[in-house]
């Protein structure tokens, strides 16, 4: 590997890593402002401007937090349980694709961190490893209630992880690649999944609602019956990590929902450009639709009440695993007949 | 069987509709009315710079009014304090001597006049037995504080000043004091 390839994805991965917090960080005061304006209120609008340093002061507040181990807790895996829960939610974005390639000096930047072909296995991996850290954290606690919310959270996930890898299975067998990028490219100009698979879409978004633990699938955290769920015992920065793996994972699913369903930086009439400004177009389609969708998760928390676990349960093993099992045969059948097999 | 409370309700388990079951089209009622109040007025009062302004029949502080010429309308007859229900009102009457004239304007006055803010629930039954027009209640907001003895408001906190007169016209016309 050259030098300059090594440097040019560090910046590259420096920048994601920046991009990501950043927009985690503002996405906290959002959701807060979003809610507001729904409720007919104003808002955090104290620090700064319009209140758009609430995330500095909210972050500050939590570091001068006392930084507290109960004596029961198992040590390690109690500080292991939010740097899992980060390290996951931060690592998704790293084969998102966010743009065509941009030329930089002479140098074809590639705007994604990672090309792997198998990008989307990848992101289904570490959401799966997610539930570690919550599951870790609640365990380690020795707290019935951060237990209770780990147990939660980890049966959940589980759950509809299947009916979330059922949908993607669709999305694969349309574009022929697990790659990302494949996936992507696919989706040319307006040519979008959702159009093709509405049904995968909805079933794909409700099972990202529930991976990314929020409402009205926050049963892990619910507090009128958990006090906090797997955080009760966590304070200071830790339990900022996990509040903002939570946001990080928020943006991340966003993300891969547009990749996957709205064409990622794909928009219509993309054709009439090229080069760098078609890259720079297509960052922005690309945070369009993601900036849209975190929108779509704020605003079905605050119109939407929790569900009970056993709705939870029901609605995920007996509603949308069959239909998505159902939504994928036919696809396969429709792709099998498209390609003459049954001639 | 009749149940003893009489406030027996049946449970109605009914079975949802196939269009209930699937909970969408709830969902996107609900984020449809959510949705509407995006763009309403909200209603929010940024309190430290801005303050709502006192409906003007408001029962704040109690002041006791001095008549044109500055002398005290009191005249310790004690209805105020019988017709206050908390007992909040005490006082303490004397009789004015020669000199005294440019003080007060009858010859009994409040030698002490105490009100204790605590006790009181500015009802405003103190303002309505007067027949002198002496206590009214007025928009001012009686502070907080630690001690509790500071609460009880006697003649030195009650008595407007001579100089800085304490407006209760807005209390007047609310009243029968402008039917007479």
């Known amino acids: 590997m050259e030098i300059s390839e090594l440097i040019e994805k560090l910046a590259l991965i420096v920048a994601l890593f920046g991009v990501t917090l950043g927009i985690a960080a503002y996405a906290t005061y959002f959701e807060r402002k979003v809610a507001a304006w729904f409720q007919d209120r104003i808002g955090p609008d104290r620090a700064g401007p319009f209140g758009i340093l609430q995330p500095l002061a909210d972050g500050g507040k939590l570091f001068f937090k006392e930084d507290f181990i109960p004596a029961a807790a198992e040590k390690w895996l109690f500080i292991m349980g939010p740097g899992i829960a980060m390290f996951t939610a931060l690592m998704t974005g790293s084969v998102i694709p966010w743009s065509t390639d941009l030329v930089l000096f002479g140098q074809t930047v590639a705007l994604q961190v990672a090309d792997i072909n198998i990008g989307i296995l990848f992101i289904m991996g570490f959401l799966s490893i997610g539930v570690y850290g919550i599951m870790i954290g609640g365990w380690a606690s020795n707290n019935k209630f951060s237990l209770y919310g780990a147990i939660r959270a980890s049966s959940q996930m589980i759950s509809y992880e299947l009916a979330m890898g059922i949908c993607v299975i669709t999305i694969v067998m349309m574009s022929g690649s697990l790659s990302l990028r494949d996936i992507v490219n696919a989706q040319h100009g307006m040519n979008w999944n959702v159009f093709y698979q509405p049904l995968a879409f909805v079933i794909f978004f409700i099972c990202s609602l529930a991976e990314t633990n929020r409402a009205p699938f926050d049963l892990a955290e619910c507090e009128s019956e958990l006090i906090g769920g797997y955080h009760t015992e966590y304070g200071s920065m830790k339990m900022g990590f996990y509040l903002f793996a939570e946001y990080v994972s928020l943006f991340t699913s966003s993300a891969v929902i547009s990749v996957l369903f709205f064409g990622g930086f794909n928009f219509p009439g993309m054709d009439n450009f090229d080069g760098n400004t078609l890259a720079i177009l297509g960052i922005v389609a690309m945070f369009t639709k993601t900036f849209f969708f975190i929108f779509v998760f704020f605003w079905i928390r605050w119109t939407i009440p929790r569900f009970r676990f056993d709705q939870l349960m029901h609605l995920g093993w007996k509603s949308l695993i069959p239909i998505s099992i159902i939504n994928m045969l036919i696809t396969g059948l429709v792709i099998a007949f498209n390609e003459g097999w049954f001639k | ?180």
């Not at chain 2, 209805?79 to 004015?96: D, F, G, K, N, S």
């Not at chain 2, 629930?121 to 001012?140: H, M, N, S, W, Y």
Request: glycine content about 4%.
């Open chain 2, 1 to 180: 069987m009749q149940s003893l409370s009489n406030r027996k309700k049946v449970v109605s388990n009914k079975k949802m509709t196939f269009l209930e079951k699937i909970y969408l089209p709830a969902i996107f009622g609900g984020m449809w009315i959510t949705f509407k109040h995006l763009f309403r007025k909200n209603n929010t009062l940024r309190y430290p710079e801005h303050t709502r302004e006192f409906a003007p029949v408001y029962r704040g502080q109690h002041v006791l009014k001095r008549d044109e010429e500055g002398r005290e309308n009191c005249t310790a007859c004690g209805l105020c304090a019988v017709a206050c229900p908390a007992e909040a009102i005490t006082m303490v009457a004397a009789e004015r001597e020669r000199g005294e004239e440019k003080l007060y304007r009858e010859e009994k006055y409040a030698a002490s006049y105490e009100i204790n803010m605590l006790r009181c629930i500015f009802c405003g039954l103190c303002e309505e037995a007067c027949p002198k027009e002496a206590v009214f209640l007025t928009d001012r907001i009686v502070p907080t504080n630690f001690e509790r003895d500071s609460f009880v408001y006697g003649k030195d906190r009650l008595v407007e000043d001579i100089n800085d007169r304490i407006d209760i016209t807005k209390r007047q016309h609310t009243g029968k004091r402008t039917e007479k």
